[in-house]
C-alpha cells in the first residue's frame, strides 16, 4: 500500500489580474502560489503561518470549498478536483472538516441527532434504525453521553460543541480530516482535552489529518510533519522535531522566536 495518501502538486489559488477597461491588466493576489506537498497515510501535517499566509484558504481547497485556480490534489492516487466535479459525494465520504469555531458549525435550529444524522442521510444513505445506533457509537466515540442527543447546540459549552462537530465529520467514515484552527477558539484546558481526543481518535480509526493552525505549542504537540507557509507559499517543511529544534529558514526562526515563554518579560 502508497503510505502516501495526500498529495499536492503545484497547487494554487489566485483572485484577480484581469485586464480593466482600458486593457491594462490589475495586480492579482496569490492566496496560495505552488504549493507542493505529501503526507503519510495515518499521519498528521502542522500547517503553520501568521494570518493571510494562505493556509486556511489551502484547507478550503482540500475540502472542496473552493476551486484550485491551478495544480493537482491527488488523494490515494486519485484527483480529487475530478472526483469533486464527478461525484461530489463520493468526495465528501473520503475528507470531512472540522471548523474553527464550534458553536457556529452547528445549526442552532437542529437537535444534535439531527445534526450527526444528516450525513448519515446525504452521503451514505443510511436507513432509520441504522442510523439510531450510529449516531449513539459517534456520540461515544467523542466521549459525550447519548442521551445528549435531543439537546439543541446552545446548551452544549464550546468543547463539547467541537467534540460534536468532530463526531459529524467522522459520521461517513472519511480518511482524511481537515482540522482548520480547531481549538484556538476554546480555553486552554479544553484544548488539551480537544487535542487527546484527536490523537485517541487517530489511533483507533487510522485517520489522516492536515492541522491548520497559528498555535505552534499547539502544533509541536500533535503533528509529525510541519511546513511553514508565507505569502502563500511553502518557504520550508520537515519532521516536528528538525523544524522546531533546527529552523532553516529566516521566516521560521521569526515565528519561533514570537512564541511566548513563561516567565519572559514583554514590553
Do not use: W
Not at 35 to 40: I, K
Not at 121 to 138: F, H, P, Q, T
Amino acid at each position: 500500500m502508497d503510505p502516501t495518501l495526500l498529495e499536492l502538486r503545484n497547487l494554487c489559488k489566485h483572485y484577480g489580474g484581469r485586464r480593466d477597461i482600458f486593457g491594462r491588466r490589475r495586480q492579482g493576489v496569490k492566496a496560495v502560489d505552488g504549493v507542493s506537498l505529501a503526507v503519510a497515510r495515518g499521519s498528521t501535517l502542522g500547517v503553520v503561518g501568521e494570518s493571510g499566509c494562505g493556509k486556511s484558504t489551502l484547507a478550503r481547497m482540500l475540502v472542496g470549498l473552493m476551486a484550485p485556480t491551478s495544480g493537482d490534489i491527488l488523494f490515494d492516487g486519485e484527483n480529487l478536483v475530478d472526483t469533486l466535479r464527478r461525484d461530489r459525494l463520493a468526495f465528501r465520504r473520503k475528507v470531512q472538516m472540522v471548523f474553527q469555531d464550534p458553536m457556529s458549525a452547528l445549526n442552532p435550529r437542529k437537535t444534535i441527532k439531527e445534526s450527526l444524522e444528516a450525513p448519515l442521510v446525504s452521503l451514505l444513505g443510511m436507513g432509520r434504525d441504522a442510523r439510531a445506533s450510529r449516531v449513539v457509537e459517534l456520540m461515544e466515540l467523542v466521549s459525550l453521553r447519548p442521551e445528549f442527543l435531543d439537546r439543541y447546540p446552545h446548551e452544549f459549552s464550546g468543547g463539547q460543541c467541537q467534540r460534536i462537530g468532530i463526531a459529524r465529520a467522522l459520521a461517513a467514515e472519511p480518511e482524511l480530516l481537515v482540522l482548520d484552527e480547531p481549538v484556538s477558539a476554546l480555553d486552554v484546558s479544553v484544548q488539551a482535552q480537544i487535542l487527546k481526543l484527536l490523537k485517541t481518535l487517530q489511533a483507533r480509526l487510522g485517520l489522516t489529518y492536515v492541522f491548520i493552525s497559528h498555535d505552534l505549542a499547539v502544533v509541536e504537540n500533535l503533528c509529525d510533519q510541519v511546513v511553514v507557509m508565507y505569502f502563500g507559499r511553502v518557504v520550508e517543511r520537515g519532521p516536528r522535531e528538525e523544524l522546531f529544534g533546527k529552523p532553516q529558514h529566516d521566516y521560521t526562526k521569526l515565528l519561533l522566536s514570537s512564541v511566548p515563554v513563561p516567565g519572559q518579560q514583554t514590553l
